[in-house]
């Protein structure tokens, strides 16, 4: 194998683990923001206010309906 090909090499293997490592921080990400969604979800079915939803998540109603909106809208794209 060649210098060069040595290097293309590795450079390929590089770009394979930062493309995992990233798609693992997305994928916890995610998740994470699921989670949050579901929690505000509970919490509104169990008639409790913004206020408290917005103190115990971090996100307000305006934020959470864009973030509803957008997970909507990737589920809709997404290949089936």
Request: glycine share 18%; net charge neutral.
């Amino acid at each position: 194998m060649t210098c060069g090909e040595m290097l293309r090499r590795e450079g390929r293997l590089e770009g394979e683990l930062k493309g995992r490592q990233e798609g693992r921080l997305k994928g916890r990400l995610e998740g994470e923001l699921k989670g949050r969604l579901e929690t505000i979800e509970g919490l509104l079915r169990a008639g409790v206010g913004w206020p408290v939803i917005q103190s115990a998540t971090g996100i307000d109603e305006q934020t959470y309906r864009g973030l509803k909106g957008n997970i909507a809208h990737e589920t809709e794209e997404a290949p089936r």
